[in-house]
């Protein structure tokens, strides 16, 4: 039976973690031959960050291509003569195949492919899913685009655990927080920069194909994807020769990841995954009809509503490596949810009941978004032993994937039947936020109940390690005494004799 007052620990400053040597450890058993550059030593600083601008740039493509539909939301209702709700299965289509399969996927990067392999795979099927995508644009067939978007989200979900894992595997012990939020830093300048260029993208592009505007401006935006790929063969060779290099075992007691592990986790695990469901569905469904939402209420152009609505993501790409380092200073992760949570509350509130200006509540939620980014994803890490992140991190994104796929499709419903009137949308995302604050305040009890670590400052934690040490040294010293004696007592007899 577990103790749950001894979680896995994690210290964003000083204590290592006991059964994993990576990147982010101090000492080499030899020099690396052939470089003697910090660029090139694996225990360095330099050689981290440089991995970690390909880490980043491996959710670039995914998030570019996510909200492609959502830039051109009036196109592809017009020339694809279809509904809102027929618009928002575009989405929930991307998310369905990943209640089970992205589970699956992080499990099979714990068991089966490991984190290189499985993320070059994962990027080709993402790759390939875009490009059906865009075929059906093409040929104006919208069952391939939805095929095509359901084989992306296979791809794009899966993806998204072994960036999880990449970031731990080289970033525990240091900078963690602010890795998570670099990380979605730059995923979120991926869904900025289409929201910026898609709309001019296809004004330019149609004056040379005006029948299938939107299946070439769709292969277009595939370029990316292939970027995310040969980003993830470079940081596949530099994790190759840093295992090599530090003969990195990250599983010394041999434990094997098995899917029944699930049951196995602790009450704090499953409620982060509610906050992972009851806070993103606030999110990502408003952004996929943000701009009809912004044009209804506020009379903005298409041009003005995209602006507006992709500022959420301009400020989490500044705003989530700044709370990230902020979080890995202070601590504190469970405080910084319950500000994130109450936050975003305040922001559709304002959306939803006041005409004020649309900036103010979309630049308050970007704050809140990227706080909560930064806060969350991490306590996964100080929850769930390192050879199951894999599975725990899949887990996640599956029950987040399920609440976007059911979320997106009521969003598009509660749209169609209200004729437009938003604000019951608003009121259905407002309590799903309720939701995600009772999660937090269950986390935050059994967290303080067990004297738990997740809600410690990093001086805390440092000291919680060294005690927990302490008192496992302690244990295997008195089983060790026990053994001795007991070989000594078993021995007297024949030595009398």
């Given at each position: 039976?577990?103790?749950?007052?001894?979680?896995?620990?994690?210290?964003?400053?000083?204590?290592?973690?006991?059964?994993?040597?990576?990147?982010?450890?101090?000492?080499?058993?030899?020099?690396?031959?052939?470089?003697?550059?910090?660029?090139?030593?694996?225990?360095?600083?330099?050689?981290?960050?440089?991995?970690?601008?390909?880490?980043?740039?491996?959710?670039?493509?995914?998030?570019?291509?996510?909200?492609?539909?959502?830039?051109?939301?009036?196109?592809?209702?017009?020339?694809?003569?279809?509904?809102?709700?027929?618009?928002?299965?575009?989405?929930?289509?991307?998310?369905?195949?990943?209640?089970?399969?992205?589970?699956?996927?992080?499990?099979?990067?714990?068991?089966?492919?490991?984190?290189?392999?499985?993320?070059?795979?994962?990027?080709?099927?993402?790759?390939?899913?875009?490009?059906?995508?865009?075929?059906?644009?093409?040929?104006?067939?919208?069952?391939?685009?939805?095929?095509?978007?359901?084989?992306?989200?296979?791809?794009?979900?899966?993806?998204?655990?072994?960036?999880?894992?990449?970031?731990?595997?080289?970033?525990?012990?240091?900078?963690?927080?602010?890795?998570?939020?670099?990380?979605?830093?730059?995923?979120?300048?991926?869904?900025?920069?289409?929201?910026?260029?898609?709309?001019?993208?296809?004004?330019?592009?149609?004056?040379?194909?005006?029948?299938?505007?939107?299946?070439?401006?769709?292969?277009?935006?595939?370029?990316?994807?292939?970027?995310?790929?040969?980003?993830?063969?470079?940081?596949?060779?530099?994790?190759?020769?840093?295992?090599?290099?530090?003969?990195?075992?990250?599983?010394?007691?041999?434990?094997?990841?098995?899917?029944?592990?699930?049951?196995?986790?602790?009450?704090?695990?499953?409620?982060?995954?509610?906050?992972?469901?009851?806070?993103?569905?606030?999110?990502?469904?408003?952004?996929?009809?943000?701009?009809?939402?912004?044009?209804?209420?506020?009379?903005?152009?298409?041009?003005?509503?995209?602006?507006?609505?992709?500022?959420?993501?301009?400020?989490?790409?500044?705003?989530?490596?700044?709370?990230?380092?902020?979080?890995?200073?202070?601590?504190?992760?469970?405080?910084?949810?319950?500000?994130?949570?109450?936050?975003?509350?305040?922001?559709?509130?304002?959306?939803?009941?006041?005409?004020?200006?649309?900036?103010?509540?979309?630049?308050?939620?970007?704050?809140?978004?990227?706080?909560?980014?930064?806060?969350?994803?991490?306590?996964?890490?100080?929850?769930?032993?390192?050879?199951?992140?894999?599975?725990?991190?899949?887990?996640?994104?599956?029950?987040?994937?399920?609440?976007?796929?059911?979320?997106?499709?009521?969003?598009?419903?509660?749209?169609?039947?209200?004729?437009?009137?938003?604000?019951?949308?608003?009121?259905?995302?407002?309590?799903?936020?309720?939701?995600?604050?009772?999660?937090?305040?269950?986390?935050?009890?059994?967290?303080?109940?067990?004297?738990?670590?997740?809600?410690?400052?990093?001086?805390?934690?440092?000291?919680?390690?060294?005690?927990?040490?302490?008192?496992?040294?302690l244990t295997n010293a008195g089983d060790n005494a026990g053994s001795t004696n007991e070989y000594a007592s078993d021995q007297e007899p024949l030595l009398s004799n």
């Open positions: 039976m577990t103790d749950d007052r001894l979680p896995i620990i994690e210290s964003e400053q000083n204590a290592q973690t006991p059964n994993r040597r990576g990147p982010q450890d101090n000492e080499l058993d030899f020099e690396p031959v052939g470089c003697t550059s910090a660029c090139c030593n694996p225990t360095s600083s330099l050689h981290r960050f440089l991995a970690l601008i390909f880490m980043c740039l491996l959710g670039f493509g995914s998030y570019f291509c996510y909200d492609n539909p959502g830039a051109l939301q009036d196109v592809f209702k017009k020339e694809l003569n279809i509904t809102t709700t027929q618009f928002t299965l575009i989405y929930s289509i991307y998310s369905w195949p990943n209640v089970v399969l992205c589970f699956l996927g992080g499990f099979l990067i714990d068991r089966v492919f490991g984190i290189r392999l499985g993320t070059v795979i994962y990027l080709f099927i993402l790759l390939v899913g875009q490009l059906l995508f865009a075929s059906g644009g093409i040929l104006k067939t919208f069952w391939l685009m939805i095929v095509g978007r359901f084989i992306f989200g296979i791809g794009a979900e899966s993806l998204a655990v072994a960036q999880n894992n990449y970031a731990v595997l080289w970033f525990k012990g240091k900078e963690l927080n602010m890795v998570f939020g670099l990380q979605l830093s730059v995923a979120r300048l991926g869904s900025t920069v289409n929201f910026w260029v898609m709309q001019p993208i296809y004004n330019y592009v149609k004056t040379y194909y005006p029948h299938n505007t939107i299946g070439v401006v769709l292969l277009l935006a595939a370029g990316t994807c292939v970027l995310s790929l040969l980003c993830a063969l470079i940081l596949g060779w530099m994790d190759k020769r840093a295992e090599r290099i530090l003969h990195r075992n990250l599983n010394p007691g041999g434990e094997i990841a098995k899917l029944s592990d699930i049951t196995t986790f602790k009450i704090t695990f499953w409620m982060v995954s509610v906050i992972c469901v009851a806070y993103y569905v606030c999110i990502f469904p408003f952004i996929a009809l943000g701009k009809g939402f912004f044009m209804e209420k506020f009379n903005l152009s298409p041009e003005e509503a995209n602006s507006v609505n992709s500022i959420l993501y301009l400020i989490s790409a500044i705003a989530s490596p700044l709370f990230g380092f902020i979080i890995d200073k202070t601590g504190r992760n469970v405080g910084w949810i319950f500000v994130a949570t109450s936050a975003t509350m305040g922001a559709h509130s304002l959306l939803a009941f006041t005409m004020l200006n649309p900036y103010v509540g979309m630049t308050l939620m970007g704050l809140s978004y990227s706080m909560l980014a930064a806060s969350l994803w991490p306590l996964v890490a100080l929850i769930i032993p390192e050879y199951q992140l894999g599975t725990a991190y899949g887990f996640c994104q599956s029950v987040q994937n399920l609440g976007l796929a059911v979320v997106t499709i009521l969003s598009g419903l509660i749209v169609d039947k209200s004729h437009g009137d938003y604000i019951w949308l608003e009121l259905f995302y407002l309590g799903w936020l309720t939701i995600a604050f009772l999660a937090t305040t269950v986390i935050y009890v059994y967290d303080r109940k067990t004297k738990g670590n997740l809600n410690m400052t990093p001086a805390q934690r440092v000291e919680y390690a060294n005690a927990i040490a302490a008192a496992a040294t």
